[in-house]
């Protein structure tokens, strides 16, 4: 409990900082990181080689060091989206009217799906959404137990539900859609238990089947989401993206193929935001490891 404690004063401290000056200080750090953590760098760069073929190997590092500084400026503004004053949050939000536009494609008297992938700040989406509405989300435990308050009281601000990702967190999901409530999934996560191969950036992954399951059994719409980061710490924006036909198909496949497509089409529009450093092709349909010039994922 005492690292606990330590962490909570440390992210205390981050929330005073000035965001140009926590961007600042993340971008160094994870150009550093990018520098010193060769297993790290070695997954993002297998990543970007699976997922751009194309791409010359000299823009793909230049796209992996971007994303590590990226990465860096999310570690440093942790602090202010779980600490900060909730004005102050507000105001770090530049398009206030994406909450009109969110609500406008929420159809009365029926539930709605936010895909938010690992894109931006994911933290900052569910808080500004939780603003003006209350939004359900799963959650795995983190592999440290003292730390699931933090976590859950941080990501509950402004009045969301974190569920756990049991099957009575699942049901509650499916409770609040039917209820016409607002539910958040991260649908780029590896897939566990069930799940099937689709393609993500034209390479078979494992994908989650459950937002898809969701959709077709509740009619919820979907609505994929995301929280850009401005340059120079001038703030963030809330992207909305409207989610390709079929993700909603009774054919898990094609569903699953129609959700890895949202999440690219989020990817493509800030390709240095993603986090290139998870392991998206950890399983491979024959089962062996995806591999790149360099070795093993």
């Not at 799963?138 to 009281?153: F, K, S, V």
């Not at 601000?157 to 009575?168: D, I, K, N, V």
Request: hydrophobic content about 40%.
């Amino acid at each position: 409990m005492k690292r606990v404690a330590l962490l909570r004063t440390l992210l205390r401290l981050m929330s005073m900082l000035p965001l140009p000056v926590a961007h600042g200080i993340g971008a160094i750090s994870g150009q550093l990181a990018y520098l010193l953590a060769r297993s790290t760098r070695h997954v993002a760069l297998t990543n970007l080689a699976l997922c751009f073929p194309d791409v010359s190997e000299q823009e793909r590092r230049r796209l992996a060091r971007a994303s590590f500084r990226e990465l860096g400026k999310q570690l440093l503004e942790t602090g202010i989206i779980w600490f900060g004053r909730h004005e102050r949050l507000r105001r770090l939000v530049t398009n206030p009217e994406s909450l009109d536009e969110l609500a406008g494609r929420w159809p009365q008297g029926h539930g709605l799906v936010l895909a938010g992938p690992h894109l931006g700040n994911w933290d900052l989406t569910g808080y500004y959404v939780n603003s003006r509405f209350t939004l359900h989300h799963l959650y795995r435990p983190p592999r440290q137990a003292e730390l699931e308050p933090l976590l859950t009281e941080a990501r509950e601000r402004g009045g969301g539900r974190s569920l756990p990702a049991t099957p009575s967190g699942i049901r509650q999901l499916y409770k609040a859609l039917r209820g016409g409530g607002l539910v958040a999934i991260l649908p780029d996560q590896e897939a566990r238990g069930s799940g099937v191969f689709a393609p993500f950036f034209g390479v078979p992954a494992r994908t989650m089947t459950l937002l898809n399951q969701m959709a077709a059994k509740t009619g919820a719409p979907v609505v994929f989401c995301f929280m850009q980061r401005l340059p120079w710490g001038r703030g963030f924006r809330l992207r909305l993206v409207p989610a390709p036909p079929d993700i909603d198909n009774p054919d898990p496949e094609i569903a699953a193929t129609a959700l890895n497509k949202g999440v690219e089409q989020c990817v493509r529009l800030v390709p240095e935001q993603y986090q290139w450093t998870y392991k998206r092709f950890r399983q491979h349909p024959d089962g062996n490891p995806y591999k790149n010039r360099r070795g093993r994922q």
